[in-house]
């Protein structure tokens, strides 16, 4: 069947819906065949029946249309009065191309197969009609297909505007939620503060050290400064100040300061300068000659005598139905060694479910209150300062986008890439906490009680492994051509 | 079958929605009310809890005339406190919420440790 609307060839080309006009009198069509009569609605031919006819419309109309195997139904084209169908089965002897069916009631000259190959014997006409018609479909067909590949190619293509849209989008809602959250933090922490806090040398403040003229005051939080302090050192930690300024002061009294006593602060590291923070807190209090080290501000551990105890993870605290989902990424591990099962686009479904939601959850967990998030991210002593915030803004909504891109199916080997990229990131923190026996929290899941380890850095290789999954086989439920479509996508 | 974005748009609405709400915490209702140190802390007095209905708090250090504002929410039945630096303080409710144990390591412990513990009383 054609795409366009056909005419019987050597008359004049019919407007659909004429009555019983159409009877060109140079094809001599009228002189044969039955004459048949079908109701609005009644299948006329039916797709894969093999070939006994062929059909002139005299009067109404019908619609062409296929049925894939899934009983999905493509509406071709509509035929009126004037118009024919069925010579290509007839042709070619194969089983029926499409169905057709009466659009309203519908008077059809029926042509058995040998009175077609006699009118195509006896009308050159309407053979020539017919081998051009043949023609243009092949032709138009090769053009279809060429377009179709070139589609599926540029859907399959992983563009640079998929990662802009991603990471736009991430950048985007980001600022905008931080704008109007009543949990807002500064894009970046201490920008535009005047450093006035006075510096020390290393050997200097070794010296006053030993001569007992300091006071050495450790910022980091607790568990830091539980694993390795100076020896002698108070631990104010910096992210408690406000809270806490009484007891602080009460701590300093003990200790005999006055405004003019020397405090030497330190525990900035590459993230934050809790050293700085906790100095500036203090000026603000009225401590003057408060001072940090100058130079390597992490170098106190080498030069320092220090007192050190092993390190504490937190404590583990249930995560609950969280908590269980991440450990089915670990599973992957097993499923990818049965080659038909990781090769499987089911999987890749599964995979970008599973991905979705638990990089949804991650997000979730963190974009409410991105203090909580930039203070982990802090911790884990590897986000240069000024990107710390912004990082700790953006990433969750990463998360999020592209967990929902996941699921929905938009642009999924793009959202596999960023998804995996994180989880390569979040590896790399990982190890480096474990190595370094950090005593954080992993930040991951909940906001605290989640001790970094080992089975977190193969949980996380587990999702970078369905992420992988993802980007070479997803094939099913994809959005394409603007909309949703469940269809196996393959070149 | 062909579906649209907008057809689609509901079901990745919802799917939000409830993710969203489940990220959410329990009813505050039963905690909502002024605490008051049992004993001075520090050597400087008392200090006042006052945790609000709307999910913000105040620390108060009553003597010292000094005050902080914290975001509070409902998780497992305990009292999470949220600082503005990204620290959180875990409150337990003991006797039938008459007090709030409240742990100021800023990790997550099963109970109160109690050399990290600043025990609570409700007063209104």
């Given at each position: 069947m054609a795409a366009a609307e056909k005419t019987t060839a050597g008359g004049p080309a019919v407007p659909a819906?004429?009555?019983?006009?159409?009877?060109p009198i140079a094809l001599t069509?009228?002189?044969i065949g039955v004459e048949k009569t079908f109701a609005k609605g009644t299948l006329i031919v039916r797709q894969g029946d093999l070939p006994d006819n062929f059909y002139v419309i005299r009067q109404g109309r019908v619609k062409i249309f296929r049925l894939s195997p899934e009983g999905i139904r493509t509406d071709l084209t509509e035929l009126g009065a004037g118009s024919y169908f069925g010579e290509l089965a007839i042709v070619t002897g194969q089983p029926r191309t499409a169905s057709v069916e009466a659009a309203e009631d519908t008077v059809l000259t029926e042509i058995s197969r040998e009175e077609f190959d006699r009118l195509l014997d006896d009308n050159p006409p309407l053979a020539r009609q017919i081998i051009k018609q043949l023609s243009e479909w092949l032709v138009g067909a090769d053009k279809r297909l060429e377009q179709e590949t070139v589609h599926q190619v540029k859907v399959r293509e992983v563009s640079w505007f998929d990662f802009i849209l991603i990471g736009g989008l991430s950048i985007v809602f980001a600022l905008i939620f931080n704008f109007y959250n009543d949990n807002q933090i500064p894009?970046?922490?201490?920008?535009g503060r005047a450093e006035t806090i006075k510096e020390i040398t290393l050997q200097e403040a070794l010296a006053k050290y030993q001569a007992g003229e300091l006071i050495v005051i450790d910022a980091r939080k607790d568990s830091f400064f539980q694993q390795k302090h100076i020896k002698g050192a108070e631990n104010f930690q910096v992210v408690f100040f406000d809270l806490m300024v009484p007891m602080f002061q009460f701590r300093l009294e003990q200790r005999q300061a006055t405004p003019e006593t020397p405090i030497l602060i330190y525990g900035g590291t590459l993230s934050r300068r809790f050293d700085l923070d906790l100095a500036h807190a203090l000026k603000d209090l009225g401590y003057e000659n408060v001072m940090v080290l100058a130079g390597?501000?992490?170098?106190w551990e080498k030069a320092f005598p220090v007192e050190e105890k092993p390190a504490k993870p937190p404590m583990p605290m249930e995560f609950g139905l969280v908590g269980l989902l991440e450990w089915i990424p670990v599973s992957i591990f097993v499923l990818i060694l049965i080659p038909p099962v990781r090769r499987s686009p089911y999987l890749a479904i599964f995979c970008r479910v599973l991905l979705g939601v638990i990089f949804i959850q991650f997000a979730l967990s963190k974009i409410m209150r991105p203090a909580v998030f930039a203070l982990n991210v802090v911790e884990?002593?590897?986000?240069?300062a000024w990107g710390v915030n912004l990082w700790a803004l953006i990433l969750p909504w990463g998360e999020l986008v592209a967990g929902l891109f996941l699921i929905l199916g938009i642009r999924t080997r793009t959202a596999a890439i960023f998804i995996g990229g994180m989880n390569v990131i979040f590896m790399v923190g990982l190890v480096n906490a474990i190595l370094n026996q950090?005593?954080?929290?992993?930040g991951c899941v909940g906001e605290v009680g989640e001790p970094v380890n080992w089975w977190k850095v193969l949980k996380n290789a587990g999702m970078l492994l369905m992420a992988v999954q993802i980007y070479f086989y997803d094939r099913l439920f994809v959005l394409d051509r603007g909309g949703f479509i469940w269809r196996e996508r393959k070149i | 079958m062909r579906r649209s974005l907008w057809q689609r748009l509901p079901l990745g609405l919802v799917l939000l929605s409830c993710l969203w709400f489940w990220a959410c915490g329990e009813a505050r209702l039963p905690f909502v009310g002024t605490y008051k140190t049992a004993e001075p802390v520090a050597n400087k007095g008392h200090i006042e809890l006052v945790l609000k209905d709307n999910g913000e708090a105040d620390w108060n250090w009553v003597d010292e005339n000094r005050s902080a504002k914290l975001k509070w929410r409902v998780q497992d039945g305990r009292v999470w406190l949220y600082f503005k630096e990204g620290v959180i303080l875990i409150g337990t409710p003991l006797d039938g919420n008459k007090h709030l144990a409240v742990d100021i390591s800023g990790e997550w412990h099963e109970g109160c440790p109690v050399d990290k513990c600043i025990n609570f009383t409700r007063v209104k």
């Open positions: 819906g004429t009555p019983a006009a159409a009877c069509i009228c002189e894009l970046i922490q201490g920008w390597d501000y992490t170098a884990y002593q590897m986000m240069p950090y005593p954080i929290n992993c | -």
